[in-house]
């Protein structure tokens, strides 16, 4: 089985910056595309990044381009999410999660999932 654990979360200000890890249990990590998605209270699970089993090619949201970056070390079996300019709306619980497809932002397409991580930008 694979575990994913999301850590880096807390509590920042808008316009503050906070990196979220993701780290993966398993021998096959550097075979699987991986993705960052986020959760609001009352809100349903978005799509915000992802990134190919290499590391090659990223995609991301809207809401977040320009503003977040997604990377992964697979001699770590990490993955992060690097978050800039955070704003008030970025204020979500966050996951990473693991997919056998490229560029894909429907989590129906993600085989598994971390607990996530709180975010909280306050204004």
């Known amino acids: 089985q694979v575990q994913l654990v999301e850590s880096g979360g807390g509590l920042v200000q808008a316009g503050d910056s906070l990196r979220l890890s993701c780290a993966a249990s398993?021998?096959?990590?550097?075979?699987?595309?991986m993705g960052w998605f986020r959760q609001a209270p009352g809100k349903e699970r978005k799509f915000v990044a992802t990134?190919?089993?290499?590391?090659?090619?990223?995609y991301y949201a809207d809401s977040v381009k320009g503003r977040f970056t997604i990377s992964r070390d697979n001699a770590k079996n990490t993955m992060y999410l690097q978050m800039n300019s955070l704003k008030p709306e970025d204020t979500a619980v966050y996951y990473c999660?693991?997919?056998?497809?490229?560029?894909?932002?429907?989590?129906?397409?993600?085989?598994?999932w971390g607990q996530g991580t709180q975010v909280t930008v306050s204004s």
């Open positions: 999660a693991r997919t056998y497809y490229s560029f894909s932002s429907d989590l129906r397409n993600y085989d598994s």
């Open positions: 990134i190919t089993w290499n590391g090659g090619s990223t």
């Open positions: 398993g021998r096959s990590f550097g075979s699987y595309a």
